[in-house]
């Protein structure tokens, strides 16, 4: 039997390939001679670029960037075999990024993500795949399209600063100097909400909040975005108010698809074509998938659902681990998950489960491979 093992990560514990490493070390207990395929796996969310890297035998590069706060900071991102580059837009515009008593999406920018899109191009990225999840900003990707030479004026022809506070302030887009090998790369972006840009349901009533914003300011901010939509559709021809995912990463999803042309896409499916999964699922007997906790939501786009579906193309069994179970695993159940398994195995402390997970993935995994070769001798 040949199994594989592709999972996400199990969020602030293990990263997807140390999780995958664990359950190899499960299965390995039981039958040590057993064929393991380990490959790492992400949504578009944190630890995509690290994932598709390692899954393609890619290089790391780091560069100083402008951080939200327009303060200097690291950012990673990831140079792939095959002139794919990946990038994570929380690297250089990350709510991570801001102290909690400095977070406010008034001011934050995507300038040092439009700076990593030009670092891709030095490189000579011929296609860039980016996830856009964990955010602090709520520009619309300004700061994004400013630092790749678009020009955003206000009524005295001067330069909009910072922030979503500014974008009502526009009267005027120049693309004249926007850098033209964006003409010639083609940008896939890993987006896996379906927010509109404005509204109830928009960047900034949904994620506004965690981003440090008061009820004023997200009333404030979604009528910027407005503002700023009406600009795209009356200068640009670009109607991106309603595009689902156009309020992703504070509007981060409508500015690239008007400012860059890019195409907004599932991130699950976005990773697992550019690592070719496929080509593992045809090789396997097995396949084993998971997420830190698996419930309802992970139907919506998460690794387990992408995996699964891929698996069901070849007609290949599924078996979930999980560092915890929430409810409604009925639809996973429906998508050919033919069982979750909790690494939890006893009363514990969330601290103690995350310090630990490693361990208890691995036993988990011992726990059900020895159940599996127990059904079989029935």
Known sequence: MKILAAVDSFKGSLSSIEVAEAIKAGIHRVSPDMEVLTIP???????????????????????????????????RFGLLPDGTAVLEMAEASGLTLVPEDQRDPRITTTYGTGELIKLALDHGATNIVMGIGGSATNDCGAGMAQALGVRLLDAEEKDLSYGGSQLDKLQRIDMTGLDPRIKDVKIQVACDVQNPLCGPTGASAIYGPQKGATPEM?????????????????????????????????????????????????????????????????????????????????????????????????????????????????????????????????????????????????????????????????
Do not use: H
């Open 41 to 75: 796996m992400a949504d578009g969310g944190e630890g995509t670029v690290e994932a598709m890297v390692i899954a393609t035998g890619g290089k790391f590069i780091t560069k100083e960037v402008t951080g939200p706060l327009g303060t200097p900071v690291k950012a």
């Open 218 to 378: 997200v009333k404030e901010l979604d009528n910027k975005l407005s503002y700023f939509a009406e600009q795209f559709k009356e200068q640009l021809n670009i109607d991106v108010a309603e595009v689902p995912g156009a309020g992703a990463a504070g509007g981060l999803g409508a500015g690239l698809i008007a400012f860059t042309g890019a195409e907004l896409k599932s991130g699950v499916e976005l990773v697992s074509d550019t690592i070719n999964i496929d080509s593992l699922m045809e090789q396997v007997d097995l396949v084993i998938t998971g997420e830190g906790q698996i419930d309802s939501q992970s139907a919506y786009g998460k690794v387990p659902m992408g995996v699964a579906v891929r698996a069901a193309k070849y007609d290949k069994p599924v078996i979930a681990i999980a560092g915890s179970i929430g409810t409604g695993l009925e639809k996973l159940y429906e998508l050919g998950i033919g069982s979750v398994v909790t690494i939890v195995n006893g009363p514990t402390s969330l601290k103690d489960a995350m310090e630990n997970a490693a361990n208890l993935t691995a036993d988990a995994t011992e726990r059900t491979f020895r159940l599996l070769r127990t059904a079989k001798n029935i």
